[in-house]
């Protein structure tokens, strides 16, 4: 925890509101995102109970499963979820980015919001445990089954990328933007993290947070539910169906089952569009759209290639090439992505001020018209010193950025106790002497410089496929279909 979160969550046990920590939305919020909020059969973790999805506050629709235990009806309860999800996904391939003439790129990508990190999880095993289900041969299901695994596996593989926002646990996107007075745990709990943050009428944060730890009126957002409606519901109602005789009692056991469940994900429902409007209600930052668009890129190309056939197979485990490669990639997205947030946002921004890796302070000298000419060709390379109270631990040579001048690189030449000596390039104009109006910052002009956000990193050499060292377990064999992919395990 940094010290302006600590400070942001002192202050609002002393206000008792949820205090915020951005001045701006950090991740996208889609027109029209799919909510969906699972229940899974307690000590089964991909064992589906139930699930209320849909793309309007107004319009879930309820999925139950009479039987988790049933294998046939829990595929049943997959295809009736793939005819809704997949149906979303197809909306959004309909209509392709006209302001992208150079490349295709559909103009919507899919979004899915889920409660919580154990909703992300049951995304997860939900489509490892599809993706590789036949439609044919032992174990039969419906043709949409493992398309949808497939879908699943993609969405949760992305959620994993900084930035990325096609699968969000809304807790955590809540957390990333308001500090609480209680404890990150404890800010799991959708109704407790809403209770701080929006507090009912006469209410403090600390009050709505205990009234949401009561299961009757504020259930558990799922996966997992209440071991009390467990006992002394749930089992009963499950045990009623499993006992009727005949179809009309089976029909009335399970009416009974789906009211007793919806109990259950209503109110999590309606915490869920609660949420979507407080984030909406945020401006979002300069560079969100940046990185939906790559959300969007990446959605456009892996739909095409499953419309083609030529989409590469999900495997249950990466190699472990491909696990360090994955690894390196992330580690440099996470480093844009921090920068671009803090770029967007003068209080992320403060965190790199108190962390040394940025600065603000006035400009006491400036040489807006110095010309390089150690190089091949003369080049505009203005210097200004920057002083400030900041503690600047960057060495020199390291490169920066100004939030008032995105298209400006600024490197260091030289660090003093009170003085940043800096020497920029780029967004001045085309002429080699004389720099655009404005283009170069002048003496007395306060100033923030942090770290670059698109800065090239080089990715990180890895051997290939082929060449894994025997240490890693050699070259991984290529995988082959075949019947026991169908008798994967629900857990």
Not at 57 to 66: H, N
Not at 70 to 80: E, G, H, I, L, Y
Not at 219 to 245: C, H, I, K, M, W
Request: aromatic content about 6%; charged content about 20%.
């Amino acid at each position: 925890m940094s010290i302006l979160t600590a400070l942001a969550r002192a202050e609002a046990v002393e206000s008792g509101r949820a205090q915020p920590l951005t001045t701006v939305r950090h991740t996208h919020i889609a027109a029209k995102p799919l909510v969906l909020v699972p229940l899974a059969l307690a000590g089964e973790a991909a064992a589906p109970l139930a699930a209320m999805v849909g793309t309007g506050r107004d319009g879930g629709e309820l999925l139950v499963v009479a039987n988790p235990r049933d294998r046939t009806q829990r595929f049943q309860f997959v295809a009736r979820l793939a005819k809704i999800m997949l149906s979303y996904i197809e909306t959004c391939s309909r209509t392709v980015d006209p302001e992208q003439p150079s490349k295709m790129r559909y103009a919507e990508a899919p979004q899915v919001l889920v409660p919580n990190r154990g909703g992300v999880e049951f995304v997860r095993l939900l489509g490892r445990s599809t993706r590789f289900r036949r439609a044919y041969g032992p174990h039969p299901v419906h043709r949409t089954v493992p398309l949808l695994g497939q879908w699943l596996t993609f969405l949760r593989e992305r959620a994993d990328h900084p930035g990325s926002a096609t699968l969000l646990a809304v807790t955590e996107v809540l957390g990333e933007h308001w500090a609480t007075g209680q404890s990150g745990l404890e800010d799991a709990n959708l109704a407790a993290l809403l209770g701080w943050i929006d507090p009912p009428a006469g209410l403090d944060g600390a009050a709505a947070a205990e009234l949401a730890e009561d299961p009757l009126r504020w259930p558990p957002a799922g996966p997992s539910t209440d071991p009390t409606f467990d006992n002394e519901v749930l089992a009963p109602a499950l045990a009623s169906y499993q006992r009727a005789a005949d179809p009309q009692a089976q029909s009335r056991a399970e009416t009974a089952l789906a009211a007793a469940v919806q109990e259950q994900v209503e109110p999590t429902w309606g915490l869920m569009w609660r949420a979507v409007d407080l984030l909406r209600a945020r401006p979002a930052g300069a560079s969100v759209e940046a990185r939906w668009a790559v959300d969007r890129d990446v959605f456009t190309v892996y739909h095409m290639s499953l419309a083609e056939g030529t989409a590469l197979p999900q495997p249950r485990r990466d190699s472990a090439v491909a696990a360090a490669g994955r690894l390196d990639r992330l580690e440099r997205e996470q480093a844009r992505y921090e920068a671009q947030r803090a770029l967007d946002d003068p209080l992320i921004m403060a965190e790199f001020r108190l962390a040394g890796e940025a600065f603000s302070g006035t400009v006491v000298s400036a040489s807006p018209n110095r010309v390089d000419t150690s190089g091949k060709k003369a080049a505009l390379r203005p210097h200004i010193t920057v002083q400030t109270d900041d503690p600047v631990r960057l060495e020199p040579g390291a490169l920066l950025v100004s939030p008032a001048r995105p298209g400006q690189q600024a490197m260091v030449v030289s660090v003093s106790s009170v003085d940043v000596v800096l020497e920029l390039s780029k967004g001045m104009g085309r002429s080699t002497k004389q720099p655009a109006p404005g283009s170069v910052p002048e003496v007395g002009e306060l100033v923030t410089y942090g770290p670059v956000s698109d800065a090239y990193q080089p990715p990180g050499r890895f051997p290939s496929r082929e060449d894994t060292p025997w240490t890693h377990g050699g070259p991984p064999p290529e995988y082959q279909p075949n019947d026991s992919d169908a008798a994967e395990d629900w857990s």
